[in-house]
């Protein structure tokens, strides 16, 4: 049974910095690429960063662009996602996606291919 768990959420100022982990158990982690996603209330999801089996290949929804990065630790079976310069906006239930594939696809914002989902870590940014 695959377990995909997410670390590292909670509250800071705007302008500050979290970096959230996602352990991955079940599967061949250096088999697959892997995604954050975000959801806010009354808001769709919206693809934030993939990554490449091997790490690397990695993209960016435009809004984050700069500002976070994401990276893997094959060796530890986790995934990271190193933000920066937050924004109010950037308030979220942030999720860990573990593809079917070893490449990100051309839908991967919309969740193409990611077929094992975590639970989410909150994000809130205080103004």
């Known amino acids: 049974q695959v377990q995909v768990v997410e670390s590292g959420g909670g509250l800071v100022q705007a302008g500050g910095s979290l970096r959230l982990s996602c352990t991955v158990s079940?599967?061949?982690?250096?088999?697959?690429?892997m995604g954050w996603f975000r959801q806010s209330p009354g808001k769709e999801r919206e693809g934030v960063s993939c990554i490449t089996w091997f790490g690397s290949n990695t993209y960016y929804a435009d809004f984050v662009k700069g500002r976070f990065t994401v990276s893997r630790d094959n060796a530890k079976n986790t995934l990271y996602l190193q933000m920066n310069s937050l924004e109010p906006e950037d308030m979220a239930m942030y999720y860990c996606?573990?593809?079917?594939?070893?490449?990100?696809?051309?839908?991967?914002?919309?969740?193409?291919?990611?077929?094992?989902w975590g639970q989410g870590t909150q994000v809130t940014v205080s103004s």
């Open positions: 079940g599967l061949t982690f250096d088999d697959y690429a």
């Open positions: 996606a573990a593809s079917s594939k070893g490449y990100c696809s051309a839908s991967w914002k919309q969740g193409g291919l990611f077929k094992d």
